[in-house]
């Protein structure tokens, strides 16, 4: 199927000015973050949104109690298992799992064990 790809002439167009490998690196980092999105229900995601909208890039445009459920939301997303899921998918070397996921006994630990 790649090859057949490979050979399209739209392909070949589109990868004349395009690093294909890094537009496929970054769709499989999307992915990966989709899967951690869907870590939220609806609701929670659109409140996440919302919350995050509102900041403008500043965190002190929100009240205290809004940044505290903002950091909770963010905190169900996992960002270091979705961190070191990314650089292991990513990275040619393999990589120490404590410099991943924390050393043993860590949340993120207990977070890659329930997902494998």
Not at 3 to 15: I, T
Not at 32 to 52: I, N, V
């Amino acid at each position: 199927m790649l090859y057949f790809l490979a050979r399209s002439k739209w392909v070949k167009g589109v990868s004349r000015g395009v690093p294909v490998a890094r537009l496929l690196l970054v769709a499989e980092v999307g992915l990966l973050a989709g899967h951690h999105l869907a870590r939220l229900d609806a609701r929670e995601r659109r409140r996440m949104f919302s919350l995050l909208g509102r900041t403008r890039g500043r965190p002190s445009a929100l009240t205290a109690a809004e940044r505290r459920e903002l950091m909770i939301l963010f905190a169900r997303l996992e960002p270091r298992l979705f961190l070191g899921t990314a650089v292991r998918r990513l990275s040619p070397m393999p990589m120490p799992k404590r410099l991943l996921y924390g050393r043993r006994g860590s949340p993120t630990r207990a977070a890659l064990a329930r997902k494998n």
